[in-house]
């Protein structure tokens, strides 16, 4: 399951260190064969950005990715709860599987952060991962939705993991303008007008498990 892995690494913060395990991570993909070829193609093509952009640029394309506002947020409860008392108990009972299975945070790390979701699930068994990313795949297809639209370089790696759950996502956003963007007050306000999704009836966690 180190695609996982690989996937939870790329959507990171961009660092000289990633740089230098881009063929590291082409290898993965290619060996382990957990994507379909074209998702397997649009990572790839990532990774040859990554190689031939200076750093300063993958940084400034990253920070347009993801941190301009609420629409593209890593945060995957921000998309559920926005910054309600319920975003929080989400969260408390996420940590607590997390640690559960052994896992344990950084300091300062939220355990809705989509990377960190990934890397707990690189540690699952191939079945358990799959049932638990299809609770978020509609969240992770809508972001990709998005980065595609605005021709993000990182549309492709939001793509690569809804394709792992083992259903296919809802079309959340196809009536949204070509030009949207959110990286303004009104803009921020209006993204909070669209109906919420949820994780099934309780509480932002995956199924199967208590």
């Known amino acids: 399951m180190l695609t996982f892995r690989v996937l939870s690494a790329l959507l990171r913060y961009p660092t000289a260190e990633l740089q230098q395990q881009i063929d590291e991570a082409e290898r993965i993909l290619h060996g382990e064969s957990l994507l379909r070829s074209a998702h397997v193609a649009g990572v790839c ?12 640029d993958v940084e400034a394309a990253y920070v347009d990715a993801f941190d301009r ?3 593209t947020s890593l945060y995957v409860f921000e998309h559920i709860h926005g910054d309600s008392r319920a975003r929080g108990e989400a969260m408390v009972k996420l940590l607590m599987r997390y640690r559960m299975h052994g896992l344990d945070l950084q300091e ?18 191939a079945a358990e991962a799959g049932k638990h990313l299809a609770e978020v795949r509609d969240i992770v297809a809508l972001i990709g939705q998005r980065l595609r639209r605005r021709e993000s370089p990182y549309a492709p ?7 792992l759950s083992p259903a296919n ?7 949204a303008k070509q030009d ?11 993204a909070w ?18």
Do not use: H, W
Request: glycine share 6%.
């Open 169 to 175: 996502p809802r079309v959340l956003d196809s009536d």
């Open 45 to 56: 093509a990532f990774l040859q950005y990554l190689r031939e952009t200076p750093e300063l």
């Open 180 to 190: 949207e963007r959110d990286d303004t007050p009104a803009a921020l306000d209006a």
């Open 157 to 163: 790696l939001l793509e690569a993991v809804a394709s």
């Open 193 to 210: 007008e669209e109906a919420p999704v949820v994780f099934n009836d309780a509480g932002g966690l995956p199924s199967g498990t208590t």
């Open 108 to 125: 300062r790390e939220l355990p809705d952060y989509l990377p960190l979701f990934l890397e707990f699930l690189s540690t699952r068994p």
């Open 69 to 71: 506002g609420r629409s």
